[in-house]
């Protein structure tokens, strides 16, 4: 699996509908977004139509958040700008944006859901306890309660893509295609590519790079005690 090509842009993503799809102009590789994501915000803002969304205040007192008016954001989630949360996404109780965050259609950022630096694409589902640093989450896609994206490597060094792609980013956390499907309690180690429709089962751990419309199963092994004597 480390040799797939699946980790490109185009191979991973269904911009036509997006917000920011013009973030992804020329880009090869969806983690080349990553140091751009907050000066595309504060470009794209004066072109939002003001009927549509509304300039608000994070929690730092800087007035550079825009909502979608048909959106639903609870009064005690704690939000940070640049951040743009785009038309009927609901962000619950508790939820913590971080700042340079791009949130698009029909999203759910659920109780105690934490997201920093990333770009959230349309219909996604992050609802229950989630990590997500660093990262680009495809259309559809939806990450079981309790699942994590790590974005920092242990040593703190270099985030390379399936041993094979360097990122010059010493922070990249996961790349993962329209449709995704990842299970409970997960962990997705810095770095990892999970290509369209693939399904990772719950409690997995899970790096490199991931084929389209595959299944990343854990296997349960049952050993027999040892009878006290």
Not at 29 to 41: C, K, T
Not at 103 to 114: D, F, M, P, R, Y
Request: proline share 4%; glycine share 8%; net charge neutral.
């Amino acid at each position: 699996m480390e040799n797939c090509t699946n980790v490109t842009v185009r191979e991973l993503y269904s911009l036509e509908q997006y917000l920011a799809k013009e973030l992804f102009k020329d880009k090869t590789y969806p983690w080349e977004v990553l140091p751009l994501i907050a000066d595309f915000i504060l470009s794209l803002a004066p072109h939002l139509d003001p009927n549509e969304y509304e300039l608000c205040t994070g929690a730092d007192g800087k007035q550079n958040i825009w909502i979608a008016k048909t959106a639903k954001v609870a009064s005690d989630a704690h939000l940070y700008g640049p951040l743009i949360i785009d038309h009927e996404t609901e962000v619950r109780h508790g939820a913590f944006i971080r700042g340079k965050v791009i949130i698009g259609k029909k999203c759910v950022i659920g109780n105690s859901t934490e997201i920093k630096n990333s770009v959230i694409m349309d219909n996604v589902q992050l609802p229950h306890y989630n990590y997500v640093g660093d990262s680009v989450v495809g259309n559809y896609a939806h990450l079981g309660a309790g699942a994590i994206i790590s974005n920092l490597k242990s040593t703190k060094t270099q985030v390379i893509i399936g041993g094979e792609f360097e990122t010059d980013l010493r922070k990249a956390g996961a790349f993962i295609g329209d449709h995704v499907e990842i299970g409970c309690n997960s962990v997705l180690n810095p770095g990892t590519v999970i290509g369209k429709s693939s399904i990772v089962y719950p409690v997995s751990c899970v790096r490199g790079i991931i084929p389209a419309n595959v299944i990343v199963s854990t296997k349960l092994t049952i050993t027999q005690k040892e009878k006290k004597k």
